[in-house]
């Protein structure tokens, strides 16, 4: 993975990081990659969306969601390897989840110098 890869990867944590933190937390949801202004699970790549769990926020922001994507990859570390059931664990909080998504920035940053 170059440098400039790990960057990019830290810039789209970053962009996730900041959509879950929007609305103190309104827009972060559980359960579901995303949900519309009524609730509804809806996919995270549609117009509609309006809140995200960590997987779709970082989706939305560009990241893929596989082996190959260094972003996807420390996220899914840091939540001790299950991103999705880290983010649903009840009483989790948005700060968390967006302090997750920095951190994994972070760690990138220091990793591409």
């Known amino acids: 993975m170059s440098n400039a890869e790990k960057l990019a ?3 789209r944590l ?9 609305g103190d937390g309104e827009w972060w949801t559980q359960g579901t990659s995303a949900r519309d202004d009524r609730g ?6 549609i117009w509609e969306a309006r809140c995200f769990c960590a997987a779709g926020a970082y989706q939305a922001a560009g990241g893929r969601r596989d082996a190959f994507d260094v972003g996807w990859q420390t996220l899914r570390q840091l939540a001790g390897g299950n ?8 009483g989790r909080a948005a700060r968390e989840v967006a302090s997750l998504m920095l951190d994994a920035a972070d760690q990138l940053r220091g990793e591409a110098v």
């Open 40 to 45: 509804e699970a809806v996919s995270y790549y």
């Open 14 to 22: 970053e962009a996730a990081a900041l959509v879950i933190q929007c």
């Open 83 to 90: 991103l999705t059931g880290w983010n649903d664990t009840p």
């Open 9 to 11: 990867c830290a810039d």
